[in-house]
Nanobody, 126 residues
Framework: QVQLVESGGGLVQAGGSLRLSCAAS????????MGWFRQAPGREREFVAG????????YYGDFVKGRFTISRDNAKNTVYVQMNSLKPEDTAVYYC???????????????????WGKGTLVTVSS
């Protein structure tokens, strides 16, 4: 089992940047593919970004359009998402999640993730 704790959320103006971090407990972090999801009020949770176990492959939701970058540091048991050119519609709670069964070609869906953090709120003002 792995426990996930997100940090780095906050209030930022449109066009600004934030870097979210997700620290994982345990010694098996590198055996999980990691993802970021977000959920805005009244909307379904949606996929933001994902990274393979080694960090060599990254995946993004269609809305990202080159603005976000996911990365991981297995030595630090941490996954990051750098978010640039933020828009008010990026306002949401951002969740970190771990998938122990992910394989190449799998879709990134919240039903498929095994462990979740509690989320960190990102608010983008116009």
């Amino acid at each position: 089992q792995v426990q996930l704790v997100e940090s780095g959320g906050g209030l930022v103006q449109a066009g600004g940047s934030l870097r979210l971090s997700c620290a994982a407990s345990g010694r098996t972090f590198s055996t999980y593919a990691m993802g970021w999801f977000r959920q805005a009020p009244g909307r379904e949770r949606e996929f933001v970004a994902g990274v393979s176990r080694s960090g060599g492959y990254t995946y993004y939701g269609d809305f990202v359009k080159g603005r976000f970058t996911i990365s991981r540091d297995n030595a630090k048991n941490t996954v990051y998402v750098q978010m640039n050119s933020l828009k008010p519609e990026d306002t949401a709670v951002y969740y970190c999640a771990a998938d122990k069964n992910w394989v190449f070609g799998s879709t990134w869906s919240y039903e498929g993730m095994d462990y979740w953090g509690k989320g960190t709120l990102v608010t983008v003002s116009s």
